[in-house]
């Protein structure tokens, strides 16, 4: 089962703070996340492997509700850096992605 | 040190011709995947393996697609016939494994563009 994603798409200023979901209706036992930049490959951002773990990885972090089964992407003071498509994903029967959030960080 | 590598980065087909496009892992990495990505959607899973082993092959859209890693560390993704719908990129990702058959971090390849006409 595919994980939802939300929202879909964001448009911020440099500096801002966004914040995106991925939420499942099945047992999460681990979530990834990676970016994608427009014509790139997936680039892993960090996973978490525990329920209530917390990552953080220079101004981007997450949180993993196990109990609520879903993580959050936190982005602080956002660069232009941050522009691409930021996917989650969890291993299920085998690894499934959500369907992307469109993150644009304008000057 | 080299990353995952994927070749050809593009290749173009007739309807009804035969592909091959091939992954080259992260050294030692003992869990390989493939995915299928269209415009504007998230990587789809298509097969995984562990060493050389396909361990799961349900993401496999049809019986034209076929993968196989022989010796444990290059993969080659063969598609039949090609049909139109085939048209996407095709990512290779390459991972170690963990305890419990948990999915550590994938690095992925820069992925082959197939376009069928």
């Known amino acids: ?107 | 040190g080299a990353g995952v590598s994927q070749s050809p980065r593009y290749k173009v087909a007739k309807r009804g011709q035969d592909v091959a496009l091939r992954c080259d892992p992260i050294s030692g990495h003992v869990s390989l995947f493939w995915y299928q990505q269209a415009l504007g959607q998230g990587p789809e899973f298509l097969t995984y393996f562990q060493n050389e082993a396909q361990l799961d092959k349900s993401g496999l859209p049809s019986d034209r697609f076929f993968a196989e890693r022989p010796e444990g560390s290059v993969s080659t993704l063969k598609i039949q016939r090609t049909q139109q719908e085939d048209s996407a990129v095709y990512l290779c990702a390459s991972s170690q494994i963990g305890p419990e058959d948990r999915v550590y971090e994938q690095y992925f390849g820069p992925g082959t563009r197939l376009t069928v006409t």
């Open chain 1, 1 to 107: 089962q595919q994980p939802v994603q939300s929202p879909q798409a964001v448009i911020l200023r440099e500096g801002e703070d966004a914040v995106i979901n991925c939420s499942s209706s099945k047992a999460l036992y681990s979530v990834h996340w990676y970016r994608q930049k427009h014509g790139e490959a997936p680039v892993f951002l960090m996973i978490l492997l525990k329920g209530g773990e917390q990552k953080g990885h220079d101004k981007i972090s997450a949180s993993f509700n196990e109990k609520k089964q879903q993580s959050s992407l936190y982005l602080t003071a956002s660069q232009l850096s941050y522009s691409g498509t930021y996917f989650c994903g969890t291993k299920d029967q085998n690894f499934v992605f959500g369907p992307g959030t469109r993150l644009s960080v304008l000057p």
